[in-house]
């Protein structure tokens, strides 16, 4: 296997597009690898920043550039659908300091759609993100379908709430499950410990698997529940965490992982899955 390059976290400064009838590379269970090649408008250097997007639609998140492709992983029900090679133009969050590297993250899954600023075009990195949210950001991030026919059995999932389809298309995938069989506390604050178990269970979902690895560089391991441990081990090393370095000379990674997660932090783990976890066959 190889793995495509590496997203840079930093601004996308042109846009350009072309279409053609992309290729089925392969398949899993729920999703498909389309290809089509770069087109020969596209400079070398510009490769990394080129994605795909359905042309008559939602950009994908998950395509990258690889030796002369891009490649997109898709889901099944939108097989067929003709893909663009394109450059994202640059969104920039009006509340955005260039002195924080969080915006640089934020910005990047913008372009694709999965992270949306607030009415005012603000990206607020550091607000906590709701369960509710959390489904949204990994459903965008999948590109999974919405369905008005698709249903939950929440009882505090309601059809007339903004959140009831994309709660909905998670729960149907098993990706999102509730506090109880009933109850999915859409307006309680994720932790970083389920944020993290709901991207694994995403990317399975997708066929999509990070190299896994245990957690061994972090002081708090031992503060991770046991239903999210194996997650934080499938991740490898792309879970949320702080830094103290308190001791200048030895510094150490913190997980925190019952600690609400932020727009930033939910951000930070989509993006280093994009980069760290799409894996092709050289030979597709």
């Known amino acids: 296997m190889k793995k495509i390059l590496s997203l840079a976290l930093c601004l996308i400064m042109a846009f350009s597009l072309i279409s053609v009838q992309a290729q089925t590379a392969s398949s899993t269970t729920n999703f498909e690898i389309v290809k089509i090649p770069l087109p020969d408008s596209f400079e070398q250097r510009d490769n990394w920043r080129v994605k795909l997007r359905f042309k008559d639609g939602d950009a994908i998140t ?47 899954l913008s372009q694709t759609g999965v992270i949306k600023g607030n009415e005012k075009g603000e990206a607020k990195p ?30 505090d ?72 441990k194996t997650a934080y081990d499938k991740i490898g090393g792309n879970y949320i965490s702080d830094y103290d370095d308190t001791d200048y000379e030895n510094p150490v990674r913190v997980l925190n992982p019952k600690k609400d997660a932020s727009r930033y932090d939910v951000a930070y783990i989509l993006t280093n899955c994009a980069n760290g976890c799409q894996l092709y066959p050289s030979n597709l």
């Open 157 to 228: 999932v309601n059809k007339e709430d903004w959140f009831y389809n994309e709660v909905s298309a998670l729960f149907k995938t098993g990706i999102v499950k509730g506090d109880s069989e009933t109850l999915f506390s859409p307006q309680r604050n994720v932790s970083r410990e389920e944020i993290t178990v709901m991207v694994v269970r995403a990317l399975e979902y997708a066929g999509l698997n990070c190299a896994e690895r245990t957690v061994f560089n972090a002081i708090d391991t031992e503060d991770i529940s046991d239903w999210a």
């Open 126 to 155: 550091f607000d906590n993100v709701t369960r509710a949210e959390a489904a949204a950001m990994i459903r965008r991030f999948l590109n999974l379908p919405l369905s008005e026919d698709t249903q939950n059995t929440f009882e």
């Open 62 to 108: 998950l395509s990258e550039y690889y030796d002369g492709y891009v490649f997109g992983t898709i889901p099944k029900e939108y097989s067929g659908r003709e893909v663009e090679a394109f450059i994202p133009q640059d969104i920039e969050f009006t509340d955005k300091d260039d002195s924080r590297f969080e915006f640089h993250t934020m910005e990047r």
